[in-house]
Every structure is written in structure tokens, then in C-alpha cells.
């Protein structure tokens, strides 16, 4: 099955910082890759998400790129917030299924 | 829309005891997942149901793990009897089906046990 190594935490940035969060995985196949983030007392929810090759999922300013040589996701931000304040957790589906294979998360700390 | 529900929000037993979550996935959603995760880690696939069959529950310790989606609606999640490293929040989450269909899921059940 699919396994995932991702960044490990915690990172602590100034407001308006560049962020990096590494992701890498193995699998089998082409698996569509996604990232999720659990704000402080809310559950998970989907950031955002790449279902082919040199696809780039973005939202709220986030970016990921589907790196199909490399098997990376790596998650990026020019202008962190301090709202941006969270666990981030990448996830591979597992090839030819629904099922999601989670990292271990990065927790991320924006200083104003 | 309403998002997935999960009850309770908090547990706290004795090892050797049983306990049971329950989930109500958002409406019209055929997969239905149950989830566990360990402080500091990430979920951990438990068991998937499509409609009220199992696709998957590999992952799930079935000497003490069971769970049920009768109607294909909502879901039940026991543990019985605990052991001390059950201590961890149990997520449910729901999607449409489909492959790269995203996982809504719920705000979970944090279960301690003494």
C-alpha cells in the first residue's frame, strides 16, 4: 500500500512569511493527492487536492503540485496568516481506491 | 448544509469497558468511514462502508472492534472491552462515492481510557 512521509513539525513563522510543507509518498499507480487542515477545536477539512500529473491544486492562497518524478506534493504559501495557524496533513489516496493514507501532520504557528 | 455528526464529543472509561460512537454522515452520501487518530499522528483508516456494506476493514482490531451501518445511513462504532492504548479521537467521515471525491468528516469523539 501507499505510505507518506511528510515535514515534521512544529514550524513557527512571522506573519507574511513563505511556507514550505515537504510531502512525499509511495505508491502504486497515479494516486490523486490531497491535503487537509484541522484548525484549532474544528475537525478536518480538504485544502485542497491534485488528481493528475503536474496538476496544481490551490485555495486560500495555498499551492501543491502533483510532482509524478519526485512523488512529492509539497505545500506552499508566499504570505502565511496568522489564521493559517493549523495541522496540516497530507494525504495520498491509495491507487484505485477511495481510501486515504494520512502523514503524520505538520503543525504550523503563525506569529503575528 | 448540515456536516457530519458524530456523538459523543467526549468519553472518558475504565479499561475493559465497552463504548460506542455513533455518526450521522451528510445526507445522500454512500461512503461512510470511520477513522482513528492517535495523538500526534495521522488517521488511521478503520473501516469504510459503501451504503450499509463493508469495502474495507483491514485495518480494524475485530477481537474488541465492531461496526455497523445497518440502513446505510447512519453508523456505530464499539470497542469492546478497551485496552488503554484505544485512548485516541475516533473520526467519522462521509463522501459521495466516487473516486477523488472529497471526505467530509465530522469533529470526533475523544476517548480516554483509564
Known amino acids: 500500500g501507499n505510505s507518506v512521509t511528510q515535514m515534521e513539525g512544529p514550524v513557527t513563522l512571522s506573519e507574511e512569511a513563505f511556507l514550505t510543507i515537504n510531502c512525499t509518498y509511495t505508491a502504486t499507480g497515479y494516486p490523486s493527492l490531497f491535503w487537509y487542515v484541522q484548525y484549532p477545536g474544528e475537525g478536518l477539512q480538504l485544502l485542497l487536492k491534485?488528481?493528475?500529473?503536474?496538476d496544481k491544486g490551490s485555495n486560500k492562497g495555498f499551492e501543491a503540485t502533483y510532482r509524478k518524478e519526485t512523488t512529492s506534493f509539497h505545500l506552499e504559501k508566499g504570505s502565511v496568516q496568522v489564521s493559517d495557524s493549523a495541522v496540516y496533513f497530507c494525504?495520498?489516496?491509495?491507487?484505485?481506491?477511495?481510501?486515504?493514507?494520512f502523514g503524520k501532520g505538520t503543525k504550523l504557528t503563525v506569529n503575528p | 448544509e448540515a456536516g457530519v455528526a458524530q456523538s459523543p464529543r467526549y468519553k472518558i472509561i475504565e479499561k475493559r469497558q465497552s463504548v460506542a460512537f455513533w455518526c450521522n454522515p451528510i445526507s445522500g452520501h454512500a461512503t461512510l468511514y470511520w477513522y482513528q487518530q492517535i495523538l500526534g499522528q495521522g488517521p488511521k483508516l478503520l473501516i469504510q462502508f459503501q451504503n450499509n456494506g463493508v469495502v474495507d476493514d483491514s485495518q480494524l482490531p475485530k477481537d474488541r472492534f465492531s461496526a455497523e451501518r445497518l440502513k446505510g445511513v447512519d453508523s456505530t462504532l464499539k470497542i469492546q472491552p478497551a485496552k488503554l492504548e484505544d485512548s485516541a479521537v475516533y473520526l467519522c467521515?462521509?463522501?459521495?462515492?466516487?473516486?477523488?471525491?472529497?471526505?467530509?468528516f465530522g469533529p470526533g469523539t475523544r476517548l480516554t481510557v483509564l
Open positions: 467521515a462521509s463522501s459521495l462515492g466516487t473516486k477523488d471525491n472529497e471526505q467530509f
Open positions: 491534485a488528481t493528475k500529473a503536474d
Open positions: 494525504a495520498p489516496q491509495q491507487g484505485g481506491s477511495e481510501k486515504l493514507v
